[in-house]
Nanobody, 121 residues
Framework: QVQLVESGGGLVQAGGSLRLSCAAS????????MGWYRQVSGRQREFVAV???????NYADFVKGRFTISRDNAKNTVYLQMNSLKPADTAIYYC???????????????WGQGTQVTVSL
């Protein structure tokens, strides 16, 4: 079983910054990808950013140039540095991790509990 614990959300004014973190623990053999998704009230959950074990990163168009995803492989932790925040960024942000389990080598995907980010004018 794999557990993700998120932190770093909160209330910030437009133009401000927040840094989200997500730490994975449990029966992990290896992690292939770590990413962030968000759900704006009334909308579908959407992709924000992802990073792979090889260092590849990809971002949604609406965050390019403002958000940066990074990871600490030794700590099984992924971060999302969020700069120049806008009210449209207000959402619940979810961490997602995909990898291989220690038991039997089965693949897994896990989600964090979500953390609220609210950006005011």
């Amino acid at each position: 079983q794999v557990q993700l614990v998120e932190s770093g959300g909160g209330l910030v004014q437009a133009g401000g910054s927040l840094r989200l973190s997500c730490a994975a623990s449990g029966s992990i053999f290896s992690i292939k990808t770590m990413g962030w998704y968000r759900q704006v009230s009334g909308r579908q959950r959407e992709f924000v950013a992802v990073t792979t074990s090889g260092g590849f990163t990809n971002y949604a168009d609406f965050v390019k140039g403002r958000f940066t995803i990074s990871r600490d492989n030794a700590k099984n932790t992924v971060y999302l540095q969020m700069n120049s925040l806008k009210p449209a960024d207000t959402a619940i942000y979810y961490c997602n991790v995909a990898g291989s389990s220690r038991f039997g080598g089965a693949d897994f995907t896990a989600w964090g509990q979500g953390t609220q980010v609210t950006v005011s004018l």
